[in-house]
């Protein structure tokens, strides 16, 4: 009897424990405070936070205002993210790289939903138009203007060469310095504080820095960056991948994939939105091992992490299926051929479909769920298709992500 009511405490405790982690509290940092290096971190993020801060105010005082404006709003960045290759020697790629230039926030980093491509911004106005997101990587904000500036930077006049530089490498050095001291990245940085200072899968945002660090490293591209911050970023650009082999989850003693928001310590999946619970996720999983996939000589524990990951990809898709939007919600049909689908988000319990309404509420379907959601998220998607395409060439030692 004893033995038993131990048990139950035990089970009744680990319950606890998982309902805890399932959301990051702001008490999370206090786990590391005897940990220098992390305080380290949280001083400088503080810091970097602190200088955004007090240049607007600043900006604000000589102007006599009070309150900030705020710049135009696009649903991406408002440039070219991939322009022609002519492009880049007319007159508008300089002026729009100037624009670029001036919505870099005093940290390093840019944001997001915020037209960078009409016109410079302004004394005493925000750096961008969600004060949660300024600076961010979400939506691939900083990581994108990095990319673009650096590409322009051959066409560059002389005169701007100088000045681009200097701001390339401020973001670089802001990426650097967002990055864990575990190797995982948060939404934002500066750390804002919630669930945006998990580590972040969803939305790729962990992959895309990842992927630039690479590039960085690497690419001629990048070949004005100092060779010691290069060499810096492969290092941590590895350490991200280490992060990511810790990070996959281990379900009934399997590996499986990621979740979309990983606890910055535990790396338990915790939830994000009231729609996002914890959960494994499909398409960001898919982008992290076509990461692994393309890294030469792998680990014992890279092919591990890959061979488990297309072994669930392969038992989740969803073959000869096609969906189909309208006013009156969503509907499946059959389809020989079709692409196949996998949900975005599979529970931690059954690796079952989940499905959340705006509300929290859990349903058992997509039916149940409200029009508004139906329509307004990615519930299914084909991104895991690339895995299984790319599986048996990376098997054989073939496989090229070019």
């Not at 890279?302 to 990809?313: L, P, T």
Request: net charge neutral; proline share 5%; aromatic share 10%.
């Amino acid at each position: 009897m004893k033995t038993l009511l131990l048990f139950l405490m035990l089970c009744l405790t680990t319950q606890l424990l998982a309902a805890v982690e399932s959301e990051l509290t702001p008490d999370w940092r206090r786990q590391v405070e005897t940990q220098q290096v992390w305080q380290q971190y949280f001083a400088h993020s503080e810091l970097l936070k602190q200088l955004d801060q007090h240049f607007l105010a600043e900006e604000l005082r000589l102007l006599n205002q009070t309150k900030a404006s705020k710049p135009m709003k696009h649903k991406n960045f408002g440039f070219p993210e991939q322009p022609d290759p002519a492009f880049w020697a007319s007159p508008e790629a300089e002026r729009m790289a100037l624009v670029i230039l001036s919505f870099q926030t005093p940290s390093g980093g840019w944001s997001k939903r915020t037209d960078m491509a009409t016109q410079r911004r302004e004394a005493g106005q925000q750096f961008g138009v969600e004060k949660d997101y300024i600076p961010t990587f979400d939506n691939a904000a900083t990581s994108t203007q990095i990319l673009w500036l650096s590409s322009f930077m051959p066409y560059a006049s002389d005169k701007l060469r100088p000045l681009l530089q200097q701001g390339i490498e401020r973001a670089i050095g802001f990426v650097l310095q967002a990055q864990y001291p575990n190797g995982g990245f948060a939404q934002t940085y500066p750390l804002r504080g919630g669930y945006h200072d998990a580590i972040t899968f969803n939305d790729h945002v962990m992959v895309q820095l990842l992927k630039l660090l690479q590039k960085v490293a690497t690419d001629p591209q990048f070949s004005f960056i100092a060779p010691a911050i290069r060499q810096q970023a492969e290092r941590q650009f590895f350490q991200g991948i280490e992060l990511l082999l810790r990070a996959q989850i281990r379900l009934n003693g399997e590996l499986t994939v990621w979740a979309a928001q990983h606890h910055p310590l535990t790396l338990q999946a915790i939830k994000a939105r009231s729609y996002e619970l914890p959960a494994l996720v499909s398409s960001e999983s898919a982008e992290i091992v076509l990461l692994l996939m393309q890294l030469p000589k792998p680990s014992q524990a890279i092919i591990q992490s890959v061979e488990a990951a297309v072994a669930w990809f392969s038992a989740k898709q969803i073959s000869h299926t096609v969906m189909q939007r309208s006013d009156q919600g969503v509907r499946f049909l059959q389809k020989n051929g079709a692409k196949p689908l996998w949900a975005r988000f599979y529970d931690l319990q059954n690796q079952q479909p989940l499905f959340v309404d705006r509300d929290g509420r859990i349903v058992s379907s997509m039916a149940e769920l409200s029009i508004e959601r139906q329509n307004g998220y990615g519930w299914y998607q084909s991104n895991a298709e690339a895995v299984l395409k790319a599986y048996p060439q990376w098997k054989a030692g073939l496989f090229s992500p070019h």
